[in-house]
């Protein structure tokens, strides 16, 4: 069981559908992230919010747009999407500064068509 | 830039043998993370690493971190088949107080029943 939840699990989406990735925790952690893993690679960072404020963008397509409503929630709007965007697309948490590891979701199986 | 390297990519052994991947930083490390992906599944984090020279054991995995906190190992002491998985070793990025971190290219293991 894993204690960050990512939602929805699997999507297929056009290169002209907006769509969302919607991930929440309940572990208490103010740091949140955004990871992106292609297969048989490590995961790759895209966003990081701490406090609820976006700290790390790691030079990311406009058309990946994060957002965090509050301490528990942290959403990923999608726009555009090009094929090679499709992926597995992970949440994590941690405490702020990352130290005594992350807790990952269990990941958005995301495929572009 | 900052790397983690990480050998060998690929390990496949009988069940039963043992199992080690090693993990080496360009920079030296404030902590190294450990974490481990099933097939299909998302990175869990398995340990944390702090001082120089530290040796902990889960059970049949014994964790080490060198002397000069820039290089790691996970020893696996006769693997089973639920050790089948891809471990990452990963580091805090600078000065690791962003909650970045360095993930290396992972050690996939196959375990022959």
């Known amino acids: 069981d894993t204690e960050v939840t990512q939602t929805p699990k699997h999507l297929v989406m056009g290169m002209t559908n907006k769509k969302s990735l919607k991930c929440e925790q309940h572990?208490?952690?103010?740091?949140m992230y955004w990871y992106k893993q292609k297969a048989k690679k490590p995961p790759e960072l895209m966003f990081v919010?701490?406090?609820?404020?976006?700290?790390i963008n790691e030079s990311v397509p406009s058309r990946f747009s994060p957002e965090c409503p509050n301490s528990s929630l942290l959403n990923l709007h999608l726009h555009a999407l090009q094929p090679e965007d499709s992926a597995l697309y992970l949440c994590?948490?941690?405490?702020?500064?990352?130290?005594?590891?992350?807790?990952f979701g269990s990941g958005t199986r995301l495929t572009v068509v | 830039g900052q790397q983690v390297m990480q050998i060998p990519q690929y390990q496949h052994v009988q069940e039963g043998e043992d199992f080690t991947t090693y993990c080496n930083s360009s920079?030296?490390?404030?902590?190294i993370q450990w974490y481990k992906q099933r097939p299909g599944g998302h990175p869990v984090f398995l340990i944390q690493?702090?001082?120089?020279?530290e040796v902990k054991k889960q059970k049949r995995l014994t964790f080490q971190f060198g002397e000069a906190k820039k290089n790691s190992s996970l020893h696996i002491t006769a693997t089973q088949t639920t050790d089948v998985g891809t471990y990452f070793c990963?580091?805090?990025?600078?000065?690791?107080?962003?909650?970045?971190?360095?993930f290396g290219q992972g050690t996939t293991l196959q375990v022959k029943p």
């Open positions: 994590a948490s941690s405490q702020v500064g990352g130290n005594y590891g992350y807790t």
């Open positions: 572990m208490g952690h103010r740091a």
């Open positions: 919010y701490s406090y609820e404020k976006l700290s």
């Open positions: 920079t030296t490390l404030s902590n």
């Open positions: 690493l702090v001082k120089s020279g």
């Open positions: 990963a580091g805090p990025y600078g000065s690791g107080n962003t909650g970045k971190l360095i």
